[in-house]
């Protein structure tokens, strides 16, 4: 069983920078994917982005130089460094892990953009 807790999302203006944090319960190390997905009201949840064991990463074309995910194996955690904030970047972040198989989600962070 993986714990995931999210931390780091708030309120900002566009072309502001927000950063999330996602800490792991358990070792991180031998999780084959993590990442962030994010949830609009009124949407369906969409891929943000993700970080394999190796460090190879993938962003969905929206956030694609303006987002940046990396993974701390010593520190368990997860970050979402997230720059040039747009008000289409709203939305509930959720941090997710897939385990040999198993998927787990951490309970989300609330991150607005707006003027």
């Known amino acids: 069983q993986v714990q995931l807790v999210e931390s780091g999302g708030g309120l900002d203006q566009p072309g502001g920078s927000l950063t999330l944090s996602c800490a792991a319960s358990a070792s991180i190390a031998e999780i084959l994917v993590m990442g962030w997905f994010r949830q609009a009201p009124g949407k369906q949840r969409e891929l943000v982005a993700t970080?394999?064991?190796?460090?190879?990463?993938h962003y969905r074309d929206s956030v694609k130089g303006r987002f940046t995910i990396s993974r701390d194996n010593a520190k368990n955690t997860v970050v979402l460094h997230m720059n040039s904030l747009q008000p289409e970047d709203t939305g509930v972040y959720f941090c997710?892990?897939?385990?040999?198989?198993?998927?787990?989600w951490g309970s989300g962070t609330l991150v607005t953009v707006s003027s």
């Open positions: 970080i394999t064991s190796t460090s190879s990463t």
């Open positions: 997710y892990a897939n385990r040999y198989g198993m998927v787990y």
